[in-house]
């Protein structure tokens, strides 16, 4: 498979935006607990993300609450299951893992959910910094607790967005 990459500056730092086959197949922040190896993200070519650039960008602006992009995640058929429910989350809202397990017809699953939801490729437009505890707590998240705080800050308007490409 044919794959191509950028790196964009954003809020939260650099993204590295990855396309397979010219469609959208990765969003990583620096550090991101499972980022593929460098290697993999293909040849440095910002052609195919003009869509999606526009489109973080638009978000980050506080211009665009739900995103339109074709995407291609590469997962199992359980995890591609959640990301599909982590979409349907609408902007500045929560679930818990038990919420979205139950959400996809698998209530005893909120373990196997929270394990997706990990893996989830595509960092921001396929949200999984929606998803928190039983509680209300924050619990992991692929760029850290830090940025999901922020992420949700943002989106309930309790954090005006930054230019800087820092945090806060």
């Not at 349907?88 to 005893?108: D, F, K, N």
């Not at 893996?119 to 437009?125: A, E, L």
Request: glycine share 14%.
């Amino acid at each position: 498979m044919h794959r191509t990459h950028t790196v964009i500056d954003s809020p939260l730092g650099p993204l590295t935006l990855v396309a397979t086959e010219g469609t959208l197949s990765g969003i990583y922040m620096e550090p991101h607990r499972h980022r593929p190896a460098p290697e993999t993200f293909g040849d440095s070519d910002a052609s195919a993300f003009g869509a999606a650039t526009e489109q973080l960008g638009e978000y980050f602006a506080q211009e665009r609450t739900a995103f339109s992009l074709p995407l291609a995640p590469e997962g199992t058929g359980f995890q591609r299951t959640v990301w599909a429910a982590l979409e349907e989350i609408p902007y500045g809202e929560t679930l818990s893992y038990g919420q979205l397990a139950e959400r996809i017809g698998r209530p005893g699953a909120a373990r196997a959910v929270g394990l997706a939801n990990g893996r989830n490729p595509i960092s921001i437009v396929v949200p999984c910094h929606r998803v928190i505890g039983s509680t209300g707590q924050l619990t992991g998240y692929g760029g850290g607790l830090e940025r999901k705080r922020h992420l949700l800050d943002f989106e309930r308007g309790a954090q005006a967005p930054r230019t800087d490409g820092t945090l806060w």
